[in-house]
């Protein structure tokens, strides 16, 4: 099983709103990663979690919570988000190592529009 | 600063036809090259990865070269297809301590294979 699975695939939410994305695999994978993408440009690194613990955070504004309940689970929580939070969520795994060649598997995405 | 610049940016080919995309990358410490195929609104999907050691890496009528003196990294398409309609975008990864991966996005190069 190489497969990444996101819920939902395409979620619309008000302002007010609180909402979670879901990201799950069973690779024995031990680092997992949310990426934010904005059409017609490359993916932004948001969070990286390794062995269950959050290991980087690129600065992102605190409406984004994520959380890493198991190995095989992923989750980010919404909260009070902006139009301009509109974008494709993008989850990925890999294994964790230094200078190794560890292909990242990328999920197929949670299409989100803040209204 | 760590950086990955890809050309042409977009890039029009009949079906049937071949094609070369580049990647130049200034990301130190090296550790692997990937190549990532993404359809418009869903995940990225891995190609090829490379690492300092390998020069040409094929799958199937996808061919990646390796040039870690130049820091280039060229992707070949053979006799395009319809479905090779999608952006490809190079990622280059950081050799890192400790922990997961490092990744330099470039911002891909968009393919339309026109019938």
């Known amino acids: 099983d190489t497969e990444v699975t996101q819920t939902p695939k395409h979620l619309v939410m008000g302002m007010t709103n609180k909402k979670s994305l879901k990201c799950e695999q069973h690779?024995?994978?031990?680092?997992m990663y949310w990426y934010k993408q904005k059409a017609k440009k490359p993916p932004e690194l948001m969070f990286v979690y390794s062995y269950e613990k959050l290991s980087i955070n690129e600065s992102v504004p605190s409406r984004f919570s994520p959380e890493c309940p198991n190995s095989s689970l992923l989750n980010l929580h919404l909260h009070a988000l902006q139009p301009e939070d509109s974008a494709l969520y993008l989850c990925?795994?890999?294994?964790?190592?230094?200078?190794?060649?560890?292909?990242?598997?990328f999920g197929p995405g949670t299409r989100l529009t803040v209204t | 600063k760590n950086q990955v610049e890809q050309s042409p940016q977009s890039l029009i080919i009949l079906e049937g036809k071949n094609c070369t995309l580049q990647c130049n990358y200034t990301v130190s410490p090296f550790s692997n090259l990937r190549w990532y195929k993404q359809d418009t609104g869903r995940g990225p999907v891995s190609l090829t990865i490379?690492?300092?050691?390998?020069n040409t890496k094929s799958n199937g009528r996808y061919t990646a070269t390796l040039d870690a003196d130049t820091k280039q990294s060229s992707l070949h398409i053979t006799a395009s297809q319809l479905s090779d309609s999608a952006s490809y975008i190079c990622?280059?990864?950081?050799?890192?301590?400790?922990?997961?991966?490092?990744?330099?996005f470039g911002k891909g190069t968009h393919l339309i294979i026109q019938p």
């Open positions: 690779m024995g994978h031990r680092a």
């Open positions: 990925a795994s890999s294994q964790v190592g230094r200078g190794a060649s560890y292909e990242q598997y």
């Open positions: 990622v280059v990864s950081a050799d890192w301590e400790v922990g997961a991966d490092g990744l330099t």
């Open positions: 490379m690492t300092f050691s390998e």
